[in-house]
């Protein structure tokens, strides 16, 4: 990254909550939320949230964005700037006013693109793109052609769609809006001194143009916020959960994102399916990278913790075969958290997903306990896979052409070995993790592990 790193930046992230996190490539990025500090003094002392520190002070300059190289293992706090020089502040998204709470984000053609939020005063509906090398933001603008842009709103739901090179917007708390056959729900708690609603609007962007979609499509889900919406093969999203006024859901949805059709709502279809509980602020990954072409028959979806029925945290985390719908619990030996932020990594050579869980709320021991965290962990999942699927992947990496012509011009024994293994492995197609009891202490022969990162110090064990 071209951006140098001020001297006085100490590496090491800050502890937040509902921020907005992403991986492009080997590199996280990791911008807004709240933090905490203790308000008050001796038995008076209470815990309370904070928007995060006005970076642009800090940094005698613009805000900054938080990174961290998987790769590398170390955080580093990049400075931002404006896309020109024009002194064009609306190009800068800072965490106050603009972006202050409940923003999504994800990684499209090299670039890192930012969505919505909320910052104590007034929800957003902007779209912001960050140069990753440059460190440079750029507000988008909607050209006005096309249809209207979603309501100004947090808590949403933003996927890449590649196929298409669009991204694609659901759901959210915020403003309520007319048009598009979008539902919008009021909120009726009396306690809450700003009026919102619950939407299920759909929207689809493309950042070339500037133009939004507003898609009116039947059989979507209901109005909903802080659910969990993810890419799980090159033309699919899966939602799961959330929330609309005091009732918690834990529902699947899939939306065919060529013809903006969704299927669903998926439950058990008896008592004692095992199934997880109705939750949300809980976080959701892919096992299977989305952009494999065997992700849409192979995919597992990783869902991690959260806040349940009574207000309080789920501890469970849960697989799901997308394919037979069928869920399965880790039992995880774990502090639980809720409105942590979760992204996958996947590591092509060896063929392993590290789920990497940051920040969030834990269940505090006493008034006086900081319950926003910074501490890293990562789950690192093993993925199993054919001997004909690896000759497949390399061979297409390395001549990019056609895997499957590629096949026939390996050697004659090696051929054999091919089609035999692929014999075998037809009646029982290769799964992503193996079951597991996962404990807080590393499984040496194990292909799930669980790593601990915490206090000052991010090197892994």
Known sequence: MATDIPSDIPEVPIARTGAAMTILDDKMFVWGGYSQEIDGEGDARVPVN????????????????????????RWCRYKTSRKDDDDNESNVPVRVPVFGFGSVMTGIEGMVYLFGGWNDQEFSNDVFRLDPVKMKWERLQSTGLGGNPPACKCHGGMVAHHSSNKLVIFGGIGAAKQGGGAQYITCHDTSVRYEYCWNNEL???DPKT??????DCPNRPPPTGAFTFI??????ALLFGGRVEETRMNHVYILDMKSMVWSG??????QMEPWPTSRTLHTMVPLVDPKLPQARREQKVLVIWGKGRDNKHVRDMWVLDVASMTW???????RARMFQMTSAYYRSHDYQTDAIIFGGNIQRKSKHDKHVVTEMRVLKFGAVQSLQGMCRDITSRLYSTNPTAVIQYLSPSLLEQVKERSDQLNADPPC????VF????????????????????YSYT
């Open 50 to 73: 904070v928007q995060l520190p006005d970076e642009e002070e800090e940094l005698d300059d613009y805000p900054a964005i938080e990174v961290y190289s998987i790769t590398e293992h």
């Open 432 to 435: 992503c993790y193996d079951e």
């Open 210 to 215: 500037g133009q939004w979609q507003e898609i």
């Open 265 to 270: 709502p998926h439950l058990p279809a008896y």
């Open 328 to 334: 399965k619990e880790l039992m995880v030996n774990t």
């Open 438 to 457: 996962i404990t807080s202490k590393q499984f040496e022969d194990h292909p799930v592990n669980l790593i601990r990162n915490e206090g000052q110090h």
């Open 203 to 205: 929207h689809s962007f």
């Open 231 to 236: 890419e799980i093969d090159p033309d699919h």
